[in-house]
């Protein structure tokens, strides 16, 4: 039995090109543009689902795919961080960012804890496993970070050592009885006219 899980990350928001912990803001225009110039670029799935946040829902409307939201794709809640540049909740609140990025079991912006986000990843796993077929998730990079560790069996520190690219595919596949990570952090070919801006 043959089972696909590709993940796409959700596209760059302004708040995010900054630096800033993701809130539920749109997309910038030049994500919608370079989403756009994926379409037709995807194999056909049989299941395409979302993650809630508005940019993961733009991000799917805009690669042409009709998708279901699925909240287990969420990204990670940062709490009273949400909006906040990264500088700022350094210079505001040092040793709590420290913990964040030390003990994936830390949520000190009454937020969500990064082993939260893996349990949730781990969860989704664990269910496509029997599903046969191939299945699109649009989410997030903490999302795609902690499923990637969860297949890799690598400690969830791992996760803080993998950068995911707005816009990037991650692929899994599957024989029914183990997942392998079979591609990871591959970008769609940019327009040339995008290149130039």
Not at 48 to 70: G, H, I, K, N
Not at 111 to 123: D, I
Request: glycine share 6%; charged share 20%; with cysteine.
């Amino acid at each position: 039995m043959l089972v696909r899980l590709t993940m796409i990350c959700a596209g760059a928001t302004a708040a995010t090109r900054k630096g800033s912990f993701p809130s539920d803001e749109p997309l910038e225009p030049r994500s919608l543009t370079l989403a756009g110039a994926m379409r037709g670029t995807l194999r056909r799935a049989d299941r395409v689902w979302t993650a809630p946040a508005l940019r993961a829902c733009q991000t799917a409307e805009a690669l042409s795919l009709e998708a279901s939201v699925d909240p287990i794709l969420a990204d990670q809640n940062y709490g009273r961080w949400a909006g906040k540049s990264l500088d700022d909740v350094q210079a505001q609140r040092p040793d709590e960012l420290a913990a964040c990025l030390t003990d994936p079991n830390a949520a000190p912006h009454g937020g969500e804890s990064l082993a939260a986000v893996a349990q949730r990843a781990a969860g989704l796993m664990d269910r496509l496993i029997a599903e046969r077929g191939h299945t699109i998730a649009v989410t997030h990079a903490s999302v795609i970070r902690t499923a990637i560790v969860h297949v890799l069996g690598a400690p969830l520190s791992a996760s803080w050592k993998i950068d995911i690219e707005p816009l990037s595919i991650t692929d899994f596949r599957s024989d029914g009885r183990r997942w392998m990570l079979r591609a990871c952090g591959v970008t769609a070919p940019k327009p040339a006219k995008l290149l130039s801006t």
